[in-house]
């Protein structure tokens, strides 16, 4: 039986678990996924010893992220790209690293926008944590022309700016409206709407008609800024996809089996978000 799970501190929260285990049950896989807390003062030790604990591997969340991205002996583009692993897996006794964030994030908006980049050669992100830094990459595999980046702190967009070269510009938070017109994806990465707390308090109206919005929030399902959108006319992108499509590559490496995202799986999510699981 293959085994793996999803390695965090806390990690009761997780959602993984539901989306591998659907996913197990659907495809008629001998396997298990589970959640795994482990303290970041003991995770060095526990990524070095998947193999001796029988798991095929795992995926990594806050605030393991770093150090599983240090511990992997093959790390993949997207992971190098954004500093920070959420997919480990062993492949002939080594360590492979991945972040498919990135993927899960640029997937969802190809599916469910595929016209994006209709709306002009430049997107605005707003934030500069993790998902900030996998949605830049995405953009900029992507081939966009220009990445702008706003941060409540500046320095943080900075160093973002710094590390992924010229295509990517900073701009100021409090002048987020203007930075953002003529986005053809504008992309919230920030904490800010998240159970309805706080707002971003954006005047859409410099969006083009054209222009994409999507949110990296998916509790609420529909965040006030996705709501906003949507009352404008615009292309509201959720960010429960990005989760869904970035657990895809993980299943696959340690399964076999490329797994797909249904409507099916979107309720079982959509269920517990609501609290109706
Ligand atoms: P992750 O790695 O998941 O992206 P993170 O590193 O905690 O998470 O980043 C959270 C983002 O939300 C940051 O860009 C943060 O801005 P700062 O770098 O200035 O902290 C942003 N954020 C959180 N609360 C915010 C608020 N009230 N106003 C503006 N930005 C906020």
Request: proline share 4%; aromatic share 6%; glycine share 12%.
């Amino acid at each position: 039986m293959k085994r793996a799970g999803v390695v965090g501190w806390p990690i009761e929260h997780s959602r993984s678990p539901l989306i591998h285990g659907h996913w197990l049950k659907e495809y008629g896989i001998a396997g298990s996924y589970t959640k795994i807390a482990v303290a970041p003062e003991e995770a060095a030790d526990f990524f070095a010893s998947l193999a001796q604990r029988g798991l095929a591997g795992c995926n990594v969340t806050v605030p393991l992220k770093e150090i599983a991205f240090a511990a992997a002996e093959v790390k993949d583009p997207s992971a190098v790209a954004v500093g920070a692993a959420n997919t480990l897996w062993l492949d002939g006794g080594r360590l492979h690293a991945a972040n498919t964030d990135s993927f899960g994030f640029m997937r969802h908006l190809e599916l469910s926008a595929p016209q994006w980049r209709e709306g002009g050669d430049q997107v605005a992100i707003l934030g500069a944590g993790g998902a900030a830094r996998a949605i830049v990459h995405g953009f900029l595999e992507a081939g966009v022309a220009e990445v702008r980046v706003l941060n409540r702190t500046r320095a943080r967009a900075e160093a973002l700016a710094a590390h992924f070269g010229p295509r990517v510009t900073v701009h100021d938070w409090a002048a987020r409206d203007n930075a953002s017109a003529g986005a053809a994806v504008l992309v919230n990465t920030t904490t800010i709407g998240m159970k309805g707390v706080g707002s971003l308090g954006m005047d859409l109206s410099r969006l083009g008609p054209r222009a994409v919005v999507a949110d990296i929030v998916y509790v609420p399902l529909e965040t006030e800024l996705l709501a906003r959108a949507r009352a404008r006319g615009l292309t509201a992108v959720d960010g429960l996809g990005m989760l869904l499509h970035q657990a895809v590559p993980g299943f696959e490496r340690w399964f076999g089996v490329r797994p797909e995202v249904t409507p099916e799986l979107r309720d079982i999510i959509v269920a517990d978000i609501e609290g109706r699981a």
